[in-house]
């Protein structure tokens, strides 16, 4: 066991940047960002930004980039980790967005749309804020059986601390079918709409110390604080064992599947 040192640091868009980005939502930005084929001069809405690494990571091949999210923290980190870049953030909820009509060339989405309470009414907005002929690049979580980082994570926080905790955890992949998504998308207006199952292998070669990471970056990162260091040792190893053949006793090499949606605006 590696983690009897385990201390809560930082608050937990800090922790999120930390742990969670480098491994999970940085690999999916490059992988988005590709889809989307911006050109340096485009403008870039990332919506539902979190700490902003699709804008940042965007904003360094010459695009101008805006990110909005309501969480403010969140919205802290992505504004301290873009010194210097053409990047900027706002409050905003991605159902009544901030923004002018017709301001983007394209707008990325990177696991926000499962968390929006109207989804409908969000895509509507979205491509009110896209410009005629632009684009709409969305990535989603697909199922927990087709996920085992969020998979390990409700079995382990179910037996621990009741099915009741793991409610956050299964949002992530609350919006798994790629009809429904594609319906969404034509409902709101969007033409062309193409939605892609992709897989991504991601890969945390010290798979410990990254279970570690993602118990802090947790909904229940406060109750995992509270435990004594055996019990935080035996969910750690729980967390670990759910991954399966996924961990080789050292790194965790795992797929990540979600359903990519590309959708344009007519001209
Ligand atoms: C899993 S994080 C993804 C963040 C970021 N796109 C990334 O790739 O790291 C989900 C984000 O959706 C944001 N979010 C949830 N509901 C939202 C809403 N109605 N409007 C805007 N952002 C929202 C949350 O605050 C959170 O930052």
Known sequence: ???????????????YEEYLVPVIFAPWA??????????????LLDLACGTGIVARLAAQSGVTATGGDINLGMLAVAKERSAGLDATFHSADAQRLPFDDESFDVVICQQGLQFFPDKLGALSECLRVI???GQAVFCTARGLEENPLMQAQVTAFGRHFGEETTG?????CGFPDPDEMRSVFEGAGF???????VVLDL???DGSAFVNGLMMATPVADRIAAMTPADRATLHDDILKGFGTWYDG?????????NVVLASRSA
């Open 1 to 15: 066991m590696t983690n009897t040192e385990w201390q809560l640091s930082g608050n937990m868009a800090e922790r």
């Open 191 to 197: 033409g062309q709409v193409a939605v892609e199952k």
């Open 203 to 205: 890969e945390a070669e």
């Open 30 to 43: 490059n992988d988005v960002i590709v889809r989307a084929d911006l050109a340096s001069g485009d403008s």
């Open 168 to 172: 956050a955890i299964r949002a992530v």
């Open 131 to 133: 410009k005629p002929g």
């Open 250 to 258: 050292s790194a965790l090499r795992f797929p990540h599947s979600a």
